[in-house]
């Protein structure tokens, strides 16, 4: 760090679905540097991404997240842009070699790379939880996936619904491909078990404007769909170790604090119990009051999205008034599911979910 940071500022608890909460510590880290970066005079936001200074933060953060998802050699790692919603047409235009893919449908984000693919080729939808308002994770462990299938599509985490896959679909050999924007460095993941992941660093890791994808090496070929731009070819990102074009350089710088900051934390294992403690707060909760009440099958609960109902439309949106009142905010449902949400992402701190808790309590008590 170049200088200190030391002002306070009145910050309030984010429960935002994404973007979403970072390390405090990180941000004043960026504040710090915001000036003069180690020394160059400037702001990483203002030098050349081809410069060294850059060059060893870029290469840094690559090293830092191999570290810690411990990540194999024959895999590559691409800062790319577009957002994870750029991926609902970059897989299918790399992988649909024979233009089919397995879509397992547990919620918006899920549905909406499902009817993407649908432009490309036959995308085969294998499972859904759409019956109950995707408030549960489907049994995958034997799904009719067409033999000829190039891959098995999932939505590892949905941050809308609150529901996580605790075991991998069986894909019968097939690649599996995961969007993971919700859930990224939230616990320790075996990289083995995937062909693709990725996800959109907003929710968990960075600010927007990054995509992360963790690619095994032998599914980046010449070989994409006729019309695929250069620019949506994993190749030439791998090719040029992300550099092919202008990175989202300042996002990336970011994105390794945050790396750094989860090292120190302890790695993935620390962190996993970290927000098992923090979840357990909320959903211990959950379960024992009388107006709150989540709305996700219990083991297919979220350890980072949270949402849950009063049973009363006037309720929530009181609810949600007085938390927001209350310096907890961005406690609103998704639009399109209502109720209430609470994301936990690795940068909330337990005090934070604590607090909240209490002033359910209180608002439970002065309500129920
Ligand atoms: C937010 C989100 C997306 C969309 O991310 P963008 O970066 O806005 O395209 C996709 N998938 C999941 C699981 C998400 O949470």
Known sequence: MSKEYNE??????????????????????????????????M?????????????????????????????PDNYKVLFLQGGASQQFAMIPMNLMKNRKAAYIVTGQWAKKAFQEAKIYGEAVEVASSADKTFSYIPDCADLPIPEDADYVYICENNTIYGTKFKTLPN????????????????????????????????????????????????????????????MLKYKTHADADSLYNTPP????????????????????SAIKEHNEKKAKILYDFLDESALFKGTVRKEDRSLMNVPFVTGSEELDAKFVKEATAAGFVNLKGHRTVGGMRASIYNAMPIEGVEKLVDFMREFEKNNG
């Not at 936001?45 to 810690?68: F, G, N, Q």
């Not at 710088?253 to 900051?261: P, Q, T």
């Open 43 to 71: 702001s990483v936001m203002e030098m050349s991404h081809r410069s060294k200074v850059y060059d060893k933060i870029i290469k840094d953060a690559e090293a830092d997240l191999r570290d810690l998802m411990n990540i």
């Open 249 to 268: 350089a300042y996002g990336i710088y970011i994105c390794g604090k945050v790396f750094k900051w989860l090292k120190k934390m302890g790695g993935l």
């Open 171 to 230: 894909t019968k050999g097939h690649t599996l491909v995961a969007d993971v924007s919700s859930c990224f460095l939230s616990e320790p993941v075996d990289v083995t078990k995937y062909g693709v992941i990725y996800g959109g660093v907003q929710k968990n890791v960075g600010p927007a404007g990054v995509v992360i994808v963790i690619i095994r090496e032998d599914l980046i070929t010449e070989d994409t769909l006729p019309g695929t731009p250069t």
């Open 8 to 41: 306070t500022y009145n910050r309030v608890y984010n429960f935002s679905a994404g973007p979403a909460v970072l390390p405090e510590e990180v941000l004043k880290e960026a504040a710090a540097e915001m000036l003069d970066y180690e020394g160059s005079g």
